[in-house]
């Protein structure tokens, strides 16, 4: 992909928060950027890639990000790595230790919470890093801020020798507004250093530095006091005070023109003076923020009284709707309701679904059909499996859990669970980010699991981002690649135990578990089929189904390719006397490319190629361009 | 001081086109020279979810989500879709919906029933609807994805925007990318302004 040439500065842009972020990392000189993909923070990198004269990379996964971030700075660049909150988790080891060492170039770490869980397994709090780690938190409230924030975070970074924690939740990643860039800064590394007692972290060496580290705290608590990114807005009625960060500081203008607010965009260390001296303005004064109460604790502590969560909710987006009910019932002295009643449910629900031909269905499908068995499942859209029609997934917690858990349910299976199969489905791209040190484990530990490895060649879930099993970095160029099946048995898998299957091929694979559940040792099948959302598929004609040989039977609906369309059910009584439910379906072939998944369970032989394609739906066919 | 703030939702689902009809929008009101916020959930949505797409603009934009019960205008790029987001407009605002149906695999498994009359439902919620066909007029004209652009048409005259800056945003975007696209988008637009004006007429 070649380089974009970016827009002017000074100019009026319409950017997304992640898209500020990656412009003010631009501007600001950074020479090495990595990430690993995750909603809502994805599109820094994706964005950043196409910029010219910096080095980008998708990592295997945020630790490895981290480190390739750290390693530039070590050289004197500015660097910058981006991830959702979850993964500054598995980055943790690395910040947590150089925060001892402090760093050389300018490092910054964004990182994006999904502030109402639009897509993750958790909603947590990362600015506990900052107080965790003892670094600074910036906190922008839309994409303006973003880009001034991510660019006062290099100079913050490097004034101090400290990371700098950029913290975004998915209300500033995927909110457009306008954004004026500034100049860009050309910054040349100043050369490594060799200085073992600063970048040698052996107890010796740590434990001169952490005085140092608090010291630096300090210094950044007077930054914070005097940061022009700490800025009172707002009207004048002293009747009620904000203190606010993030996006919820915009909700609260909005909310309540009328009163003082202080905005922090230098968070933590908070600057409790300037918070003081606005307690002591106005009547009452209201904590802010999305999700934990974690500024409001530090105000209690420090004497400052105040409201926060006795109010407020601790979960979710802290919006207009949300912030207006809850300071009427303070001015009229009403507790927190325990729960808001919920909004009446008109319509059917609309979960997110696979995609027409996925090669996942064919997975599902088939695990669906197996009976004692226990799933042990992964993160990516194959978690989708768990829903509808399949419920064929039982666990998913974390990246990569599904291999040690599926050893642990191995482990600690009693009587009850004696006669079942342990199954656990990873995909390539988690399998790669956290799952082959679980796959080791399975083996040396002589662990009886069966491992469904869905190579689709791509982070489905995210956009179809490469890795290392699609053999093309995050340009689209070609580089090593992957080999699953080797590496696999390089961890302990003998290749008897390798199998490679096509998905889209119900009867092989059903085998091919059927089998490989029954031995007792641990397997690995590999589906090898792409993500119907990347170049690498090809579609094939589309089906259709002749109505008068449709049975009604439903076996199709099962699969849960949603170009399978009921058009009429009827009810029937069988020989038995026994009352059936039956459903006539139709193929959307505007949608459909022919994966023949359906076409497998139909007894009837009801389906069969479409000879004219009839556009009949309103979504884009797989492989199309969108 | 929100008075002076235009609320617009666009509903429907993934793959639909609902973040780039917004996007377009929120281009035409940035050439009027607006403060403009664009909001989205996506991330799951992408995968045949429910989508919406807040589009905010005024003298000052802060916040960019718009709360129940205060949008100006609702989008509908699915009838059903169109229904289940009713709640958030302001007393007296109305419904511009596509009577094109998506029915997902939970429907279809027979698990949910999909609304008979996704249209009706809005009128009997005491909401002024304006039903375009915009899936059929699509296909006539040869190309399902244009769907976008007559529903974009169909919006025109329900906007506090002049008519030829939206049709300009809409055509200027094509004229980028996709230039051999142009002059069917044009049709298209005009086809989708045409029928609105006719269900608002009835």
């Given at each position: 992909m070649s ?43 994706e ?308 995609c027409v031909a ?100 791509a982070?489905g879930?995210?956009g179809g981002q ?10 689209g ?53 792409p993500c119907v959302l990347i170049g690498d598929y090809r579609p094939t004609?589309a ?47 505007a949608a459909c490319t022919g ?18 394609v009839?556009p009949?739906s309103f979504v884009p066919r797989p492989g199309s361009a969108a | ?13 993934g793959g639909q086109g609902v973040m780039t009809a917004?996007e377009i ?21 992408q ?91 699509a296909?006539?004209l040869g190309e399902i994805r244009l769907g976008n652009t ?23 975007r094509f004229a980028r990318r996709k230039p051999h696209l142009l002059?069917l988008n044009?049709?298209a ?14």
């Amino acid at each position: 992909m070649s380089a974009r040439h970016p827009a002017p500065a000074h100019s009026r842009q319409f950017l997304s928060g992640n898209e500020a972020v990656a412009r003010a990392a631009w501007d600001a000189g950074v020479r090495v950027a990595a990430a690993y993909p995750g909603t809502p923070s994805t599109e820094i990198l994706e964005v950043l890639a196409r910029y010219p004269d910096l080095y980008t990379e998708w990592s295997v996964n945020e630790k490895v990000s981290l480190e390739v971030a750290l390693g530039a700075s070590m050289m004197g660049a500015r660097a910058l790595c981006a991830m959702k909150h979850v993964g500054l988790n598995v980055a943790s080891d690395a910040l947590m230790t150089l925060t001892v060492t402090g760093v050389e170039g300018g490092l910054v770490i964004v990182v994006a919470d999904d502030v109402g869980m639009s897509s993750s397994q958790n909603e947590q709090d990362s600015r506990f890093w900052g107080r965790f780690a003892h670094l600074p938190v910036l906190e922008p409230a839309d994409s303006q801020e973003a880009y001034a924030l991510t660019r006062a975070a290099f100079a913050i970074s490097e004034q101090f020798r400290s990371a700098v924690i950029v913290r975004l939740t998915t209300r500033i990643c995927h909110v457009k507004g306008l954004v004026t860039p500034g100049e860009r800064e050309l910054v040349e590394p100043r050369g490594f250093d060799k200085d073992p007692a600063r970048w040698v972290m052996v107890p010796g060496h740590a434990k001169p530095r952490l005085p140092l580290m608090f010291e630096r705290e300090a210094a950044l608590r007077e930054a914070a006091e005097a940061s022009m990114f700490n800025v009172l807005e707002g009207g004048t009625d002293t009747e009620l005070g904000f203190v606010t960060s993030g996006p919820a500081g915009m909700h609260v203008l909005e909310a309540f023109p009328d009163a003082p607010v202080l905005r922090l965009g230098f968070s933590y260390p908070p600057p409790l003076e300037r918070i003081r001296a606005l307690a002591s303005s106005v009547k009452r004064l209201v904590v802010v923020e999305e999700t934990e109460p974690l500024l409001e604790t530090e105000l209690k502590a420090a004497g400052i009284a105040c409201h926060g969560k006795d109010i407020l909710p601790r979960l979710g987006e802290l919006a207009p709707d949300v912030l207006k009910p809850a300071i009427e019932r303070l001015r009229r002295g009403e507790p927190l309701p325990r729960a808001e009643p919920a909004a009446p449910q008109t319509v059917f629900p609309r979960p997110p679904t696979l995609c027409v031909a996925c090669p996942h269905l064919g997975v599902y499908y088939t695990l669906s059909q197996l009976r004692n068995v226990l799933i042990s499942g992964d993160i990516g859209c194959y978690t989708l499996g768990a829903g509808h029609p399949w419920n064929a997934l039982d666990t998913c917690i974390s990246m990569g859990a599904s291999m040690g858990m599926a050893l642990g349910m191995d482990k600690g299976r009693g009587e009850k669970d004696a006669n079942k199969k342990i199954v656990a489905v990873i995909g390539d791209s988690t399998f790669m980010h956290m799952g082959m040190q679980g796959l080791l484990d399975i083996t040396w530990n002589r662990g009886n699991v069966t491992i469904l490895l869905l190579d689709n060649r791509a982070v489905g879930m995210t956009g179809g981002q490469d890795n290392p099993g699609s053999g093309r970095d995050i340009h689209g160029e070609e580089t090593a690649r992957v080999d699953f099946a080797k590496l696999c048995e390089a961890l302990g898998v003998r290749r008897e135990r390798i199998r490679k299957v096509d998905p889209y091929e119900l009867p092989t694979l059903f085998k091919a578990l059927r089998e490989e559940t029954r031995i007792e040792e641990p397997s690995v099948i590999i589906t090898d089929r792409p993500c119907v959302l990347i170049g690498d598929y090809r579609p094939t004609p589309a089906y259709r189904v002749i109505d008068d040989k449709c049975t009604g039977c439903g076996n199709c609906i099962d699969v849960g390719c949603p170009a399978i369309h009921v058009t009429r059910r009827e009810q029937a009584t069988k020989p038995s006397g026994k009352v059936v439910d039956l459903a006539f379906v139709r193929i959307d072939t505007a949608a459909c490319t022919g994966c023949g998944l359906c076409v497998q369970p139909c007894a009837p032989e009801a389906i069969v190629h479409a000879r004219t394609v009839q556009p009949l739906s309103f979504v884009p066919r797989p492989g199309s361009a969108a | 001081m929100s008075a002076a703030i235009t609320n617009i939702l666009v509903c429907g689902i993934g793959g639909q086109g609902v973040m780039t009809a917004t996007e377009i929008l929120a281009e035409a009101a940035l050439s009027l020279g607006f403060d403009v916020k664009k909001t989205e959930v996506a991330g799951m949505s992408q995968r045949g979810g429910v989508v919406t797409s807040h589009l905010r603009f005024g003298e000052r934009v802060r916040s960019p989500q718009i709360a129940p019960g205060e949008a100006d205008l609702l989008v509908g790029f699915e009838a059903a879709e169109a229904l289940r987001w009713v709640h958030m407009l302001r007393p007296g605002a109305s419904v511009l919906a596509n009577t094109g149906r998506i029915v997902p695999p939970i429907v279809n498994g027979g698990r949910f029933d999909y609304p008979d009359d996704p249209i009706a439902a809005i009128a009997a919620l005491g909401r002024t609807v304006h039903a375009i066909d915009a899936s059929t007029i699509a296909r006539e004209l040869g190309e399902i994805r244009l769907g976008n652009t007559v529903m974009l048409g169909a919006v025109v005259d329900h906007l506090p925007l002049p008519a030829d800056v939206l049709e300009a945003a809409v055509l200027e975007r094509f004229a980028r990318r996709k230039p051999h696209l142009l002059d069917l988008n044009r049709e298209a637009f005009t086809r989708g302004r045409r029928a609105s004006a006719r269900t608002s007429a009835a």
